[in-house]
């Protein structure tokens, strides 16, 4: 009986032992807190033991939580090129790309982002972290301003982006869908050059809207396009580096300009889409409605070249032109200078055209 009493006792002090060193151990914390002699800023980096433990806490954290997520297919061709879109108009600043090995604000981020181009992940963990972001460190929650179906296609071009080499990925990311939400910034925000060049065309510009080489397009349409989405030809682009997909180009513009339909459908490939202002067509969609509008905006237009250039990319070419183009809109001559990007490939000899991509904006002093 004493005994049990003496034990009882005993465990009594124990308890109040570490109680009591916890709370000397609270309030230490709390003036070590309090006093500002921790070092906050991001250039001085946590000690090794810490790094480790907050590396375990975000790696279980992100285990636990992407753990039920139900994976999508990902190989779809078109929702890998919306990705490469997002992620190029997004996320290379902090992340990097292949050809881009630095950026402005990526020395001074603490954790550093890893560079995605060279690393393989789970694409739950992608999706996971995509959407709800990292606390305490530079990676934003980007669910909040994306859907999860955006978001899929961000994890389904990273599944492939490792590996990929500087010219494929530039490839990639000039035939992907514009942004959307960037393109809602264009529209308040005239960042670009071109959105410049439309301010700078002042009045004129609402008499040239109908006039791009969408001119076929309803006037929604017409007014959803913006210049933020102009396909600016790689820089890589060398005068004849592939001269016959450059004399294909070539003819299929000539065809254009006569108003030789046949011709010009011949240089299509079947499965060729044709990007104008920003609003993406079949073949067939095309051959009905812009083919027509293209031609009658081209018959007695006035044609510039101003630059023509290309590069070879695996089976693909790429033929990047700039023209000006003057015609007459409600009585008065309108330049606007239209950016062109084709991807052709080679069917048994002939070159033909397997995308198009094509921004016009009037010429700035106008
Ligand atoms: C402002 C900088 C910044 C931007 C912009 C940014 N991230 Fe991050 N991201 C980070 C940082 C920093 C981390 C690492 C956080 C950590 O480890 O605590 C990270 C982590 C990640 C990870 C997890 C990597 C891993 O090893 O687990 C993924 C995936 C990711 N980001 C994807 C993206 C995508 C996709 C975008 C564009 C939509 C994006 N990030 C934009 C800073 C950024």
């Known amino acids: 009986m004493r005994k049990r009493i003496k034990q009882r006792s005993n465990g009594a002090v124990a308890v109040r ?7 000397i151990l609270a309030a230490a ?8 002699v921790y070092d906050i800023g991001a250039d ?13 806490l975000r790696e279980r954290s992100i285990e636990a939580h992407s753990g039920d997520i139900k ?10 090129l919306k990705g490469a879109g997002q992620y190029a108009a997004m996320c290379t600043d902090c992340h990097l790309a292949p050809g881009k090995a630095d950026s402005e604000i990526r020395p001074g981020l603490y954790p550093q982002p890893p560079d995605l181009s060279r690393q393989h992940l789970d694409p739950r963990d992608e999706f996971w972290v995509i959407k709800h972001g990292i606390k305490m460190s530079a990676m934003p929650a980007w669910g909040f301003s994306h859907d999860d179906a955006t978001i899929w296609s961000m994890v389904a071009f990273l599944q492939k982006l490792p590996g990929m080499t500087p010219a494929q990925y530039q490839d990639i990311v000039a035939r992907a869908p514009p942004d959307d939400d960037m393109e809602m910034g264009a529209k308040t925000g005239h960042s670009d050059e071109h959105a410049a060049a439309a301010d700078a065309a002042g009045p004129a510009v609402a008499g040239t809207q109908g006039m791009s080489l969408s001119a076929g397009a309803a006037p929604g349409q017409a007014a959803a396009s913006s210049a933020a989405e102009a396909p600016l030809p790689p820089a890589e682009l060398k005068p004849q580096a592939v001269p016959l997909a450059e004399a294909a180009a070539q003819a299929f513009q000539t065809a254009l300009q006569k108003g030789d339909r046949a011709a010009a459908l011949a240089l299509l490939a079947p499965d060729a889409t044709i990007r104008e202002d920003g ?3 079949t073949r067939e969609a095309y051959a009905a409605g812009h083919l027509a509008a293209d031609i009658a ?4 237009a006035q044609i510039t070249q101003v630059t023509q250039g290309s590069m070879s990319m695996g089976d693909i070419a790429v033929v990047g032109s700039e023209r000006d183009i003057t015609a007459t809109v409600k009585g008065k001559p309108v330049t606007v200078r239209s950016r062109e990007l084709l991807d052709l490939r080679q069917f048994g000899t002939d070159w033909k055209i397997v995308s198009i991509q094509r921004q016009s904006a009037p010429v700035a002093g106008q």
């Open 17 to 23: 032992t570490i109680l009591a060193v916890l709370v």
């Open 29 to 36: 914390a709390g003036v070590y807190i309090y006093s500002g």
């Open 44 to 56: 001085d980096h946590h000690t090794r033991p810490v790094a480790g433990l907050l590396q375990v």
């Open 71 to 80: 994976v999508p297919a990902l190989d779809d061709p078109q929702l890998i």
């Open 279 to 281: 609003h993406a067509q």
């Open 297 to 300: 905006l081209l018959k007695d």
